[in-house]
């Protein structure tokens, strides 16, 4: 019967006496320490921005937090189908659904309006899932990424925070 004979190839490391010291690795590493932070002090170009004073824009496929759209006529896109409640995969959706009285008429296209509508931000996943099942336009995740809070009622996206103003800009997100 052959036999087979393993050779260890595995090299041991041998440490130079200035790499068993240490000084050198720290050294090395301050180096490269103060060469960024000269770089970023004085040369112009560098990746970072100051926060939040200057803000980089977002990509156009950037998902962010959710607004709500109007149609042209200023009215509340959103009919209250319920579609994007039950497509959410982490059930951040909630909706309460009312009839349009006569007086509402002209806030909604259809018979049927959300009176509440909540997005819990602790439990989006922000998979965009909501915005494609919507058949109506009205909800688009597109209103900015900055949604840290201390507290988590702060994390709830109420109606009123997520609806554009008509003219465009989205009420009561925090810029
Ligand atoms: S982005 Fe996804 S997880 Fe978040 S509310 Fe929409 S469907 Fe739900
Ligand atoms: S946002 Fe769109 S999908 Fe969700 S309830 Fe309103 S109309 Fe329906």
Known sequence: MATINVVN????????????FYFYSIGKGLGITMKHFLKAAFLKGVVTVEYPEVKKQYSSRFRGMHSMKRDEQGRERCTACFCCMW?????????????????????????????????????????????????????????????????????????????????????????
């Open 87 to 175: 497509i959410c995969p982490a059930n951040a959706i909630q909706i309460d659904a009312s009839e349009v009285t006569p007086e509402r008429q002209h806030l909604h296209p259809e018979d049927k309006y959300a009176k509440r509508f909540e997005i819990d931000l602790l439990r989006c996943i922000f998979c965009g899932l909501c915005e494609e099942a919507c058949p109506k336009g009205a909800i688009y995740l597109d209103g900015g990424g900055e949604m840290a809070a201390d507290n988590r009622q702060d994390l709830i996206l109420t109606k009123e925070r997520m609806m554009e103003k008509k003219g465009g800009a989205i009420l009561g997100q925090r810029n």
């Open 9 to 20: 190839v595995a090299k041991k490391h041998t440490f130079s006496w200035y790499e068993k």
